[in-house]
């Protein structure tokens, strides 16, 4: 597959289909799904594939080459395209968490495995609860506003990170 100039989205997909077709299961986190779910107000040049149970690592480096991708330390990198490719250890998690629920989105007979709305939000709320990336606050945000989100969920895992009072922060500025 051609892949210069295609799309985040896109590219997450073939990646992930090509992978999965290969016997790698993997979702999609961070801030590719960020992208997906705003619509392109917030753009991502990596995509974090966390895996969902071990696989050998020369086995996803050698996958991983022959659609082109070579290993730059923790990335792989394609010359036709500007967006790099990390995978993750497993499981998918989010703060302290398993993620609970994973959405497929399909393009044709690809299948792309990724965190949901709800769980991106938590994902964007453990950058800002944890390191105040006040980035990943807007980006959870603006998250909230495109797409239906559990909030009950998000102050429930909220609480359980011990974060209430960055939750009520949050709840504020989602209210603006």
């Not at 961070?30 to 705003?38: P, R, S």
């Not at 991502?44 to 050698?62: G, N, P, Q």
């Not at 709305?117 to 959870?140: C, E, F, G, I, M």
């Not at 239906?148 to 974060?163: F, G, H, P, Q, Y």
Request: aromatic share 10%; net charge neutral.
């Amino acid at each position: 597959m051609n892949i210069k100039g295609i799309s985040i989205k896109n590219l997450a997909i073939y990646i992930s289909d090509y992978l999965r077709k290969n016997g790698v299961d993997t979702v999609l986190s961070g801030g590719a799904c960020v992208t997906i779910y705003t619509n392109n107000k917030f753009i991502s040049l990596d995509l974090d594939f966390v895996l969902r149970s071990f696989i050998d690592s020369k086995k996803i480096e050698s996958l991983l080459e022959k659609i082109g991708f070579q290993a730059e330390g923790m990335y792989f990198e394609h010359e036709d395209t500007e967006y790099s490719v990390q995978i993750l250890p497993p499981p998918p998690s989010v703060g302290a968490e398993p993620v609970k629920k994973i959405d497929l989105m399909r393009k044709g007979n690809m299948l792309l495995k990724l965190l949901s709305p709800t769980d991106s939000v938590k994902d964007r709320l453990a950058a800002y609860y944890h390191w105040n990336d006040k980035q990943s606050l807007d980006q959870a945000i603006s998250i909230c506003r495109d797409n239906s989100i559990d909030l009950k969920e998000v102050e429930r895992w909220s609480k359980n990170e011990d974060m209430e009072n960055k939750f009520e922060i949050f709840k504020r500025h989602l209210k603006r």
